[in-house]
């Protein structure tokens, strides 16, 4: 069976300009251990993306989903525990072959009648082909759906813009003393030959945040943090033609006194893209983990990963390091606490999504994070696959019936089979 390949875009309404690059502020940040830069580089290793072997070629030598196709290996009939193979070939804009890898596609297996459907693994062999391969786990008829998320020119562009414009999300917080009120931009990095800056990296964690100083306060007068918009303006024009194509911060508590069960919420520190939120409720997931005791009737459920998409991997490792320490010495003191993992999970297609959420962003850090917390006595709620494989369209927020099934996952490792 031949069938073509869809395309996750739509052409947009209009083109991106280019705008002054901004770089990473390494400087800013203390540099790792020896033993945590060959963490960090094996990490790189994992997340390492093919580019094509020549940048720059007009788009029409670009890869096409249009003109692409899978072919379906096997006989029309297979047995439920066996492996489908798909073979996808994919061609550029003028039909021909691609001699090179590096599209960013996802696949999966879906049965609408039955409401089901499993994610396939795809193999990229380097050369215009990929081998899908997807476990067959139920009985029925099956649709085989390939997505060409972004063709291999896009993913380059993704991966400078990640590099050089760190500043894509606009953070802002405002100052006060008396009737005397200021706003000044924020950021893990701020360009610091402009302006002073304002301080305000964390003691225990090392976290960098810093606010240009305001003209007329002192540092000491900030009183809260949010967004404050997007640079929209991002690529040129030749980049732009590969892209054709409220949930409030808390802190929220919930109590159930009838079956004694304790629920809180809150938003991990920055950068977090929020509302206008007191910095006294800004807190980072580490220092939280060190402040709960923790034991056999605790469930702590971690989510880190959305806000991190527009800064480096760097800042993600960062991040994710401090929290797995503070899990770590949770484990130590409190062994029986069910600590469960949330990754990443898809988004929607469109050319808005894919500069400020692109899918590419999500797959890197899905990966970085597992590595990380891999051999760790913790669970994950594989929202990942969760999102890809049904049926419903992916959204940041993924619809009811999809967190209907994280709570039943969450549920069966608070009280798996057999647990009285």
Request: charged residues 20%; proline residues 7%; hydrophobic residues 35%.
């Amino acid at each position: 069976m031949q069938s073509s390949i869809h395309s996750a875009f739509e052409p947009p309404d209009n083109v991106l300009l280019a705008e002054v690059n901004y770089t990473y502020c390494a400087q800013f940040v203390q540099k790792p251990t020896a033993e945590e830069a060959i963490e960090e580089r094996h990490l790189f290793n994992s997340i390492a993306w093919p580019d094509p072997p020549v940048k720059g070629l007009p788009v029409e030598f670009s890869s096409n989903p249009a003109k692409s196709y899978y072919v379906i290996q096997g006989e029309p009939e297979q047995h439920i525990g066996g492996q489908l193979v798909v073979n996808v070939h994919v061609h550029n804009f003028l039909g021909l072959p691609k001699r090179h890898g590096g599209d960013f596609l996802t696949a999966r297996l879906h049965s609408p009648k039955l409401g089901a459907g499993v994610v396939g693994k795809v193999h990229d062999h380097n050369d215009g082909n990929y081998t899908v391969l997807f476990p067959l786990l139920w009985a029925g008829e099956v649709q085989v759906e390939i997505t060409m998320v972004h063709p291999s020119e896009a993913v380059v562009v993704l991966k400078r813009l990640r590099k050089e414009q760190t500043h894509t999300v606009i953070f802002k917080s405002q100052f006060r003393s008396g009737d005397l009120l200021e706003t000044t931009e924020c950021d893990m990095c701020l360009p610091h030959n402009q302006k002073p800056l304002c301080n305000y990296t964390d003691l225990e964690t090392g976290e960098p945040w810093y606010c240009y100083k305001p003209k007329k306060l002192g540092c000491d007068t900030r009183i809260n943090h949010y967004k404050g918009g997007y640079r929209k303006t991002r690529f040129n024009k030749y980049e732009a033609r590969f892209f054709k194509s409220r949930r409030k911060v808390g802190p929220f508590m919930l109590v159930d006194d009838t079956n004694n069960i304790l629920v809180k919420f809150r938003c991990h520190g920055t950068p977090i893209r929020s509302p206008p939120a007191y910095t006294s409720e800004l807190r980072y997931v580490a220092n939280e983990i060190d402040r709960i005791q923790g034991g056999p009737n605790t469930v702590y459920i971690i989510s880190v990963w959305a806000h991190f998409g527009t800064y480096p991997i760097e800042a993600y490792i960062r991040r994710l390091r401090q929290i797995r320490k503070a899990v770590v010495r949770l484990l130590n003191r409190e062994p029986d606490t069910l600590v469960v993992i949330r990754t990443p999970n898809m988004q929607k297609f469109d050319p808005a999504h894919s500069l400020f959420y692109s899918n590419w962003f999500c797959l890197q850090i899905d990966t970085v994070l597992r590595a990380m917390f891999k051999g760790l006595n913790v669970k994950f709620l594989d929202a990942w696959e969760m999102t890809l494989a049904h049926h419903l369209p992916q959204d940041l927020h993924p619809p009811q019936p999809i967190i209907k099934n994280m709570i039943d996952v969450i549920l069966s490792y608070i009280c798996p089979a057999g647990k009285t």
